[in-house]
T-cell receptor, first 114, second 110 residues
């Protein structure tokens, strides 16, 4: 298996622009997680899905952030409009189960908002 | 509020030395995981501990889960440059989401 695939790997945009991050989970995994990592706040869970349904979005910072999972093999995280404080590395992870099951992380998308 | 506190946040030692990093919480977890993250990559699972007092070994790495399942430690013997990375602990309560600590950034100097 190719593992979790994320695109783009790097994104540089200007404040106010829309940003869309993409993720393809490992085939057969029922859970998909979106995380944000910064030096100040560490790794934060933004939202997670089970069988394409959002289960917990309490970590989404504000209404500018939205996530979708239209099918089992694709998810997007959208920021509109983007702000400099959104600059971070965004990770997607997938797992068979929740809780203590192993989460497999993608390589991340490094987002810089100027 | 950070549910899982890791210490130290930064550690730089010489090759061959031993070290211990800690992961502490006031909350009880049903299991605790340790991940290692290298620059430019996502975290990779090293081990999961589920029983209070459990000890697991992975070559030179020894992981322990506290008796009360509120804390954990990672001990590395004879550290090598390849051990350099960010070590993250993550706790789970049943089937709920994982909670990650801030991480310990470890540097092993040749």
């Amino acid at each position: 298996d190719a593992g979790v695939i994320q695109s783009p790997r790097h994104e540089v945009t200007e404040m106010g622009q829309e940003v869309t991050l993409r993720c393809k989970p490992i085939s057969g995994h029922d859970y998909l997680f979106w995380y944000r990592q910064t030096m100040m706040r560490g790794l934060e869970l933004l939202i997670y899905f089970n069988n394409n349904v959002p289960i917990d979005d309490s970590g989404m910072p504000e209404d500018r952030f939205s996530a979708k999972m239209p099918n089992a093999s694709f998810s997007t995280l959208k920021i509109q409009p983007s702000e400099p404080r959104d600059s971070a590395v965004y990770f997607c992870a997938s797992s068979l189960l929740a809780g203590q099951d192993t989460q497999y992380f993608g390589p991340g998308t490094r987002l810089t908002v100027l | 509020t950070q549910l899982l506190e890791q210490s130290p946040q930064f550690l730089s030692i010489q090759e061959g030395e031993n070290l211990t990093v800690y992961c502490n919480s006031s909350s009880v977890f049903s299991s605790l995981q340790w991940y290692r993250q290298e620059p430019g990559e996502g975290p990779v699972l090293l081990v999961t501990v589920v029983t209070g007092g459990e000890v697991k070994k992975l070559k030179r790495l020894t992981f322990q889960f506290g008796d009360a399942r509120k804390d954990s430690s990672l001990h590395i013997t004879a550290a090598q440059p390849g051990d350099t990375g960010l070590y993250l602990c993550a706790g789970a309560r049943g089937a709920q989401k994982l909670v990650f600590g801030q991480g310990t950034r470890l540097t092993i100097n040749p």
